[in-house]
């Protein structure tokens, strides 16, 4: 009983690298994680949505991390990985370059992130940082960061094939 009292108020995070920084997200919108395989690009859509893959009959859209924080396209290869994340009501996937860790720490070692801390990601997508083992990671806030462009994607999409 003692021991799920202490994990009352721990979070835990799937950890993963993008260039030289690390990325967090709430575990609990993790479904997936899978090794990198080519998408189908759909037109008129922004570079940063790489397009789609198909996982088992559901059709799920990719986002490019690294372009979406305006460094730059990746040069996908077989090292890459894909998280699949809920969204809302949508599976997504984002282009990652390694899966790091799952972190398990107290709500209250989230800390506010500072402007400048943000590595030129947009406030509103940021949830906070961890220090954890000597690495600080930014938490992203996956609905601020997806959620109009899952729902802009979902329109080149046929509805029978949306999870």
Request: charged share 20%; with cysteine; hydrophobic share 45%.
């Amino acid at each position: 009983m003692a021991a799920a009292a202490d994990l009352a108020g721990a979070v835990q995070f799937l950890t993963f690298r993008v260039d030289d920084a690390e990325y967090g997200v709430d575990i609990m919108s993790v479904r997936e994680i899978k090794g990198w395989t080519a998408e189908t690009r759909l037109p008129n859509t922004p570079d940063y949505m790489r397009g789609v893959i198909n996982l088992r009959g559901s059709i799920i859209p990719i986002f490019d991390l690294r372009c979406r924080f305006d460094h730059g396209l990746t040069q996908a290869h077989a090292k890459n990985v894909v998280v699949i994340l809920a969204v809302g009501h949508r599976n997504i996937g984002i282009l990652v370059d390694a899966v790091s860790d799952i972190v398990t720490v107290e709500s209250g070692a989230i800390k506010h992130t500072p402007q400048e801390a943000s590595h030129g990601i947009k406030e509103r997508f940021v949830d906070g940082l961890i220090s954890f083992e000597e690495r600080m990671i930014i938490l992203l806030n996956i609905v601020q960061l997806f959620t109009a462009d899952a729902e802009a994607l979902s329109q080149h999409i046929a509805p029978e094939t949306q999870q």
